[in-house]
């Protein structure tokens, strides 16, 4: 089937904008994973949903980011009133379940003017 | 701090020839690791993984290496191919969540 897709590819935001970044895993997928890798960077974990809990959120760098997966699916990412320092590439990421092989989709890349 | 260490940046060789992408953890509870392998504007794909029972794992062309007690480890792709130019990641799983090197460019020139 398809693999993950992320939404959209490419946003542009005037700093104190609100944005939204949507990630459809592969179907049947529980784990959900949400990076953030910044120019020259590794990707870094941010947070963590089996279906629709969210088990880990350690690696969001503010109050500013927020995430859900309602029902077990979609899941979205928001970054409140962006700053210079949000632009990154955010990837998604889904396995069967946590330990397995994580698939990732193609990033939408965020750029803060 | 970088708990996953890619020293070299960038990484040039020759088509046919044997390509070695190197890797230092600081965790030595660390006890699972993969390599990830990314091309421009896609996200990164899973090529070849080891647990810490075994110290060597092959799959085709690439074949990975791990010395325990170094907290070393390292990706062989041999005969390396025009196809092989990427970014590899060294990851670490130990812990459900990934944590990335900051990965090495490969340039295999034809």
């Known amino acids: 089937g398809a693999g993950v897709s992320q939404s959209p590819r490419y946003k542009v935001a005037k700093r104190g904008q609100d944005v939204a970044l949507r990630c459809d895993p592969i179907?049947?997928?529980?784990?959900l994973f949400w990076y953030q890798q910044a120019l020259g960077q590794g990707p870094e974990f941010l947070t963590y949903?089996?279906?629709?809990?969210?088990?880990?959120k350690s690696g969001l760098p503010s109050d500013r980011f927020f995430a859900e997966r309602p029902e077990g699916s979609v899941s979205t990412l928001k970054i409140q009133r962006t700053q210079q320092e949000d632009s990154a590439v955010y990837l998604c990421?889904?396995?069967?379940?946590?330990?397995?092989?994580?698939?990732f989709g193609p990033g939408t890349r965020l750029t803060v003017l | 701090d970088q708990q996953v260490k890619q020293n070299s940046p960038s990484l040039s060789v020759q088509e046919g020839r044997i390509s070695i992408l190197n890797c230092d953890y600081t965790?030595?509870?660390?006890?699972?690791f993969l390599w990830y392998k990314k091309y421009p504007a896609e996200g990164p794909t899973f090529l070849i993984s080891?647990?810490?029972?075994?110290d060597k794992n092959e799959d085709g062309r690439f074949t990975v290496f791990l010395n325990k007690s170094a907290k070393h480890l390292s990706l062989h792709i041999v005969p390396s191919q025009p196809g092989d130019s990427a970014v590899y990641f060294c990851?670490?799983?130990?812990?459900?969540?990934?944590?990335f090197g900051k990965g090495t460019k490969l340039s295999v020139k034809p």
């Open positions: 990421a889904s396995s069967l379940a946590l330990g397995d092989t994580q698939y």
């Open positions: 179907s049947g997928h529980v784990s």
């Open positions: 949903f089996q279906n629709e809990a969210q088990l880990d």
């Open positions: 965790n030595s509870m660390f006890d699972y």
């Open positions: 080891i647990s810490s029972i075994k």
């Open positions: 990851v670490s799983g130990s812990q459900g969540n990934l944590i």
